[in-house]
């Protein structure tokens, strides 16, 4: 019995430490945000009216605060190039644009890993950084499908520059805060579904996907406009999981259909083995293959060598129109990155992200007694009437659901380890 | 007590309706399969071909978790990252000599070298491992080296994506194994043969240093009773380096072989290869060394079969992404009716 006694002590004991400790944090972390809200309400009314108002409050910069972009990049890993394309794109749109809203802008850079648990711990770590304005990212759909969430629960936006999956702007599944300037692959698998039939002449076609939000829903939309183009037919419509080496199985099967074209759209690790392990089945030696912007990387390229060639891969056209991309982006975008040529091909809708971003900042900014206040709802209403804008990847214009792509694809094919790009034609 | 018994026998019915109901569905699925004869022969020869290839790779791994097993009783988990550093020393060594020019003028000599330089890596790899990680607390409960081999395991895949960079590196081209060849009806390709060859070869290696050398006696003195042989004048210490020397050998000689067949390294490619090699040496009965090169062969072509030939039959959407399923299901099935492994000691359980 007295042990009994001992041991509740011990807890109730506990209990208070632990009370203590919640209490002194809860106290310790309310009192200066009291400080910060106080002068301001007691300031300036219109503005403090304006930010009440928000269901998500305000960015509030005092004079010389810097203005924090988070980034959401897939920074690690066999697809790191995707990401860091897109970082080099806005940190080259930085360098021509340092300032929003007269304020310094500082990147918060986080991984996503291109995984939705990456994307999930990206978001977290920068809706704890406070006033962050607006994030730019996810480099994968995958990931992007936690980020827009928990960034939207938030009301800070996500622009992304390379997600392409339908589901992040349909109707149903779009989360309030979510944009892109990427194309919408229900654009993208309509293209090649096009160029397979019209150009190739092919008409059966099998798919494998990764289980990736982006290829899982990439390859359902070749599978689906395939046979209403061409009267094609989908032989099979395999997938197989992130991180496979050996693809012979899943090979094997889709051999036994002899299918005249085999479209991957999946990542650049498991599209390399796939690439190389499909030149070597005997039943697919007549096959021609396919892929998408999620391996249009040279790092692809290296790391399937020389079964590389011969392959057909869909992206964003980057013949753009102007002079800007080539006489000025590109060479910033060496200085920027080190690299004597992109490495993958979204760097132009990062800086066009960035770019919108910072004018719907602007335009949603107003200054109070030196301080800048941002209201959240504002700068998404901002972002999302954004139209017409003059972009390097065209002309943009965002619809309700966050699609902002003037949407144009190309396909390319690999000629001796290189992109060639050979439709459609210019 | 008479409950207790009724309960355990529940427990076992169940498993065995279990275990007959997963045989059952193989059974039914394959007979479906080969009835709808989509899959051509020529296709499921590859196949098994295929399997045996990765499943040599996975022998080889799992015979270090298993020597290491069999001495120790601790599971090496770091194991799977000497395999890795093998592969990323096979990677360098390749491509130094690429640039070299030698895989050119002399590829069997290129590749001579570059095997032993993975080997000699993986193996120094493992005896650090031994040393440092594993060493200072060989009297400490079970549980402690474990944790510890854990922590091992992600200290070396961080170095070496610290070293060398998270992205996936392509591997020089071996022209030398390019080309395929057939034996009657059987045709596999070059590389196939290399990777089939070269595992029996060291598995080979490793049964006679094992059943015919002192050395060999000893560790299995070790394996018996260490206390035992320490008396008899057995060097513990040294056997057990020897061992884990031994599994660091063999898994640099996977690490190669593997990315003959996959041409491409990754730090984190040590993880799953690691993983299914150690259900190869759970699955041939763990402490075992004949039974972990049966158990890898099993897993390999089950992997690559199963899903075609279990599945494909019933109409599964895109069977193959289920192999792992199936292989591990197959461990499952193995324990249920054997729960020591396949050829796995009966006092070890």
């Known amino acids: 019995m007295q042990k009994y006694m001992r041991w509740s002590g011990m807890l109730v004991v506990l209990m208070l430490i632990l009370a203590a400790c919640q209490s002194g944090d809860g106290g310790s972390s309310s009192e200066p945000s009291a400080g910060e809200s106080d002068p301001p309400a007691s300031q300036g009314g219109g503005g403090a009216a304006d930010c009440d108002a928000d269901e998500f409050g305000c960015i509030e910069l005092a004079e010389g605060d810097p203005i924090v972009i988070g980034t959401a990049l897939v920074l690690t890993g066999a697809n790191e190039t995707l990401g860091l394309d897109s970082q080099y794109g806005a940190q080259v749109a930085n360098e021509l644009r340092p300032e929003i809203a007269g304020h310094e802008v500082e990147f918060n850079f986080q991984d996503d890993g291109c995984s939705t648990e990456g994307g999930t711990a990206a978001a977290r770590a920068l809706v704890s950084e406070e006033n962050i304005a607006g994030v730019i990212g996810t480099s994968c759909s995958s990931a992007g499908i936690p980020a827009a969430e928990i960034l939207s629960a938030e009301g800070i936006m996500l622009v992304s520059a390379s997600n392409t999956a339908p589901s992040l702007t349909a109707p149903d599944t779009h989360e309030a805060f979510y944009a892109r300037t990427a194309h919408n692959d229900s654009i993208q698998g309509a293209a090649m579904a096009q160029f397979v039939c019209e150009v190739l002449g092919l008409t059966t076609a099998a798919t494998i996907d990764d289980g990736s939000a982006y290829a899982d829903q990439l390859a359902a939309v070749f599978a689906a406009e395939f046979p209403s183009q061409c009267d094609g037919s989908i032989t099979a419509e395999e997938a197989v999981t992130v991180g496979q080496t050996d693809f012979t199985g899943v090979l094997e099967n889709i051999a036994a259909d002899s299918p005249e074209f085999l479209y991957f759209p999946i990542f650049v690790a498991e599209g390399a083995l796939i690439t190389q392990q499909a030149r070597e089945t005997s039943g697919l030696d007549d096959t021609a293959l396919g892929g998408a912007d999620g391996i249009l990387t040279p790092d692809w390229i290296a790391a399937a060598g020389s079964a590389a060639n011969g392959t057909y891969l869909s992206g964003p056209d980057l013949a753009f129109s102007g002079d800007f991309y080539a006489d000025e982006f590109l060479p910033a975008y060496t200085d920027v990155s080190g690299e004597s040529e992109p490495i993958s091909v979204f760097h132009a809708h990062a800086f066009d992200a960035y770019n919108m971003l910072a004018d719907a900042i602007e335009a949603a900014a107003f200054t109070d007694g030196g301080t800048t206040y941002i209201p959240r709802s504002a700068l998404r209403d901002a972002f999302f009437a954004t139209s017409g804008y003059e972009g390097i990847t065209g002309t943009l214009t965002c619809d309700e659901n966050g699609d902002c792509a003037d949407a144009k694809i190309s396909v390319s094919e690999v000629q001796d380890g290189d992109f060639v790009r050979i439709w459609p034609e210019e | ?162 070293f060398y960079g998270s992205g996936v590196r392509a591997y020089p081209d071996y022209t030398l194994f390019d080309g395929t060849i057939s034996i009657g009806f059987l045709s596999l390709s070059v590389k196939q043969a290399v990777v089939i060859l070269a595992a029996v070869g060291l598995m080979l290696a490793l049964y006679v240093f094992i059943n015919r050398t002192r050395t060999g006696r000893a560790m299995r003195a070790v394996s018996e009773d260490k206390d035992v042989a320490a008396m008899m004048g057995i060097n513990v210490d040294r056997i057990i380096v020897t061992t884990f020397a031994i599994g660091g050998l063999l898994a640099g000689a996977a690490g190669i072989l593997y990315t003959l067949i996959f041409n491409q390294v990754l730090f984190f490619m040590g993880f799953l290869p690691g993983i299914k090699a150690f259900t190869a040496a759970v699955l041939g009965g763990i402490g075992n060394v004949i039974g972990a090169a049966l158990g890898g062969l099993i897993l390999g072509v089950v992997e690559q079969l199963g899903p075609n030939l279990f599945l494909s039959g019933y109409g599964v959407p895109s069977p193959n992404q289920l192999k792992d399923v199936i292989a591990f299901s197959v461990l499952v099935l193995v324990l249920i009716f054997r729960p020591s492994g396949l050829l796995g000691r009966k006092e070890n359980t």
């Open chain 2, 1 to 162: 007590m008479r409950g207790r018994r009724i309960r355990f026998n529940l427990v076992n019915l169940f498993l065995w309706l279990l275990g007959g109901g997963l045989l059952a569905f193989a059974a039914f699925g394959s007979f479906l399969t080969l009835v709808e004869g989509r899959i051509q022969p020529s296709q499921w020869q590859s196949l098994v071909i295929a399997g045996i290839a990765l499943g040599s790779v996975y022998a080889l791994i799992a015979l270090g978790y298993t020597l290491v097993y069999g001495i120790l009783f601790m599971i090496n988990f770091a194991h799977g990252e000497v395999f890795m550093w093998g592969a990323f020393t096979a990677f360098f060594a390749a491509t130094a000599l690429n640039d070299a020019g030698l895989m050119v003028s002399n590829p069997v000599l290129a590749f001579f070298l570059v095997l032993a330089t993975s080997m000699l890596v993986s193996m120094l790899v493992a005896i650090m491992l031994e040393r440092i990680a594993y060493r200072p607390l060989r009297g400490a409960p079970r549980l402690v080296p474990l944790i510890t081999a854990i922590g091992a395991s992600l200290f070396l895949q961080y170095t070496a994506r610290g």
